[in-house]
Every structure is written in C-alpha cells, then in structure tokens.
C-alpha cells in the first residue's frame, strides 16, 4: 500500500500499522483499560445525524474560524502529541510544516521532540504549547517563561492527566521511554528493520522541553516516573489561576468535561476550554467530547471558546461538531498515522483530505460559512 492509495484514516492506520514495530504502533493505537471511551468517542458521531438545506447558492466557501485570538483557515488543529519522533524521524518538523501549508495551528508537547523554539521558528503559523503542571513551581515558571520568550501564542494545560492511564497495550509490549521492551516485544523491532535504520541513522532521540530539567537521556527517568514523581497530583484551581496570571496570553485548559469546571475555568481567565478524554487514554468509561459538548456549549459557551477533541476521522464529524456550538477542533490519531506512514507528505496529504471533505461536506449542507452551521441541521436519533 502507498501513500496515494490512502483516502481516509484508516487506509493511513493501515499503513502506519504495517511501517512501525508493534509497541510503537499499539502506543498510537492504544487506550486505558477495556478502551470503551476510545471506541466510543469515533461511533458517538453517528448517533447524530445532518440535515442538510439546498439550493443557497453556495459556489464559496470559506473554512476559516477565529479561536483564541489566532485566525485558522481551517476549523481544525493538531493537538499536542507525545514522542512524534518515534513515529518518523522528523517528527514535529513534518507536522508543524504541515499545519502552517493549511494555515492552522499545532500543538508542541511537554513531551514532544522538537524544541518549542526550533518550531516556533521555522513554522509561521499559531503555536501551542502543552504543559503539564510539575511539583517545582520553580520549574513550572521557569518553562513558561521560556515559552513565553519563543513567542509561543497559546498555553494549553492538560488536566486530565493527574495520573498515567492504565494502557495495558503498552505493559503486554513493554513499551516505555528509555525502551524496556519485553521479549515480544523486541521481536517485533526486528520484523521492521526499516523503522530501525531510520531511527539510528537520523538525530538522536531528545526529549527537548524537558531535557534541562529532567534526566531523560542517563535513563535514569522513564516517562512513567515523570509522570508520578516530578508531576503534582496536588494541583488546585488556586495554581492554575495563578499560571493564567503569569502567562498573560491565551490559555486554555485540555482535557475538562464538567459544567462546573468549565465555569471554574472562566472564572480564572481562561479564553478557552477543550472538551477531550485524551483520546480514551486516561480514565476509561468517561464520556467522549462529542456526547458532552451540547451541555457545555449551552452553559458557557457565550463566555469561553469551547474547542473538542477525541475520535476525529471524516469532514463530517467536524461538521457535527461545530454545528453543536464548538470553535475548532482537535486531531490526534488522525494525523498520527500519516505521519508515521509518511513523514510530511502523509500529514499533508491527510490534512487536505480533510480540509477537501469539509468544503465539499459544506457545500451539500448549503452552507458557505462556519458560522451558517447551527443545530437546526442536526437531529439525535
Ligand atoms: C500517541 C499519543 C500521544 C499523545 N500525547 C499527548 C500529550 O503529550 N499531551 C496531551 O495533552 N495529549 C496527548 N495526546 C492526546 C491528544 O492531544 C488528543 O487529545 C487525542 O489524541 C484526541 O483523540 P484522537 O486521537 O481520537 O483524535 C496524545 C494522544 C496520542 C494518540
């Protein structure tokens, strides 16, 4: 199978599955516990249904949104992702130059391996960079400042990742950073020699957010340890409010799906929110963005700009979506796979379909704006 032959998201799974070693591909693909909430956030899609008008002169369509303060051509992003690198040598690279040829935003994760500044350079197009909030509130102001100094646009802290999810994908191959495969798991790096002279013969792994504050490279930190002993569980609405005050720019919270704390979030000052389970990565069993962003738009959404993520695949789904009421939304296995199967040109490929879907998608909806889309044309079965 080649990169032309892919037309949708799962054509690009299948080839991601078929050019990465197995752990790889099964941490992209993976989710929490029974991953019930990974499952659900695809299907919670069709339970909803358009309804389209016709014959309203539609020959222009114009995709563009504006959220956060910065302009999209496009109502969708790239959310911030782990370990890009892994996937294909280039990484952030191919993904951020991707992003800026549609003229919409990406994600830089605490965890990503591209420095924060080396994108922010390179790609002119809105940057946002994903935090997680660590015990050394020293460390925490010492990150964003340098954030703030790269010229990043957007803060985007995760909060829905107090803990790491039980992915059991990962424990059955022993995949972690620094690698501790399991024996299977070892075969399977061996079944795909291609991914592994790539990966030696391109720039070293870095983990460069990180890298000045935690011991990565020694292997004396796997990402596990991170998670429990440098993060804080602890962390109250008190030290986000106080990260908003610091930051003083866009902020937004990822990963909030109650009423209450999305109103918690305006009262902070935050400018925007993502609806998200982290693509079923953390607590199974919780609700996917899709199914719980009418009762969010409905409280707040005059206050806040309400942004979703999770089982994102078709133009239609994005129609869905901001018919509901929400501002943009957010890709992260979607552009996973291409990346994988093909660096830069997959991701671009697979953007553009998506971007084509929609356009095509609005035209037979009768519309020729974002805006136009409301739920009038949507009835839930
Ligand atoms: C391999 C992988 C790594 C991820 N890494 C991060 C991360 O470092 N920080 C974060 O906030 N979200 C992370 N996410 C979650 C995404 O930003 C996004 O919320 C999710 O993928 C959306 O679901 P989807 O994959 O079904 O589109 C990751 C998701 C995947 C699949």
């Not at 569980?233 to 986000?240: A, E």
Request: glycine residues 10%.
């Amino acid at each position: 199978m080649r990169l032309a032959s892919c037309h949708n998201f799962h054509d690009f799974r299948d080839l991601a599955q078929a050019r990465l070693p197995g752990p790889i591909f099964d941490y992209i693909d993976g989710a929490a516990d029974d991953e019930s909430t990974y499952r659900r956030n695809a299907t919670s899609f069709d339970d909803c249904d358009l309804v389209p008008n016709v014959l309203r002169g539609v020959k222009d369509v114009d995709l563009s949104v504006t959220v956060m303060g910065q302009k999209l051509a496009v109502p969708f992003y790239c959310s911030p992702t782990a370990l890009q690198r892994l996937f294909h040598h280039r990484g952030e690279h191919a993904v951020a130059a991707a992003a800026a040829k549609l003229g919409t935003m990406f994600g830089v994760s605490s965890l990503g391996t591209v420095s924060l500044e080396a994108l922010r350079k390179q790609y002119s197009t809105p940057q946002c960079y994903q935090f997680y909030f660590h015990k050394d509130r020293g460390l925490n102001r010492a990150m964003m400042e340098r954030a703030k100094a790269a010229g990043v646009e957007v803060m985007m802290l995760t909060v829905d990742s107090i803990t790491g999810g039980n992915r059991e994908r990962d424990l059955r191959t022993g995949f972690s950073i620094p690698f501790r495969l399991t024996l299977a798991g070892m075969l399977q790096f061996a079944l795909k020699p291609k991914w592994g002279i790539d990966y030696v013969t391109h720039e070293a792994f870095r983990l460069p957010q990180l890298e000045e504050h935690v011991d990565m490279g020694g292997g004396t930190m796997s990402i596990g340890r991170y998670f429990t002993e440098m993060l804080d569980p602890s962390m109250t609405w008190d030290d986000v409010a106080a990260m908003v005050k610091l930051w003083n720019g866009p902020f937004c919270l990822k990963g909030v799906m109650a009423v209450d704390d999305a109103k918690r979030a305006i009262d902070i000052g935050c400018n925007g929110i993502i609806l998200s389970n982290h693509g079923g990565r953390q607590l199974d069993g919780s609700r996917s963005a899709f199914d719980q962003l009418a009762e969010i738009v409905d409280a707040v959404g005059d206050r806040i700009h309400v942004l979703m993520d999770g089982g994102v695949q078709r133009g239609t789904h994005v129609l869905k979506a901001l018919s509901l009421g929400a501002k943009a939304v957010g890709l992260g296995r979607y552009y996973l796979y291409p990346l994988a199967a093909a660096g830069q040109p997959g991701v671009e490929r697979a953007l553009t379909l998506l971007q084509t879907e929609i356009v095509r998608d609005m035209k037979l909806m009768g519309c020729t704006r974002i805006d136009q889309l409301s739920r009038t044309n949507l009835r839930f079965r």
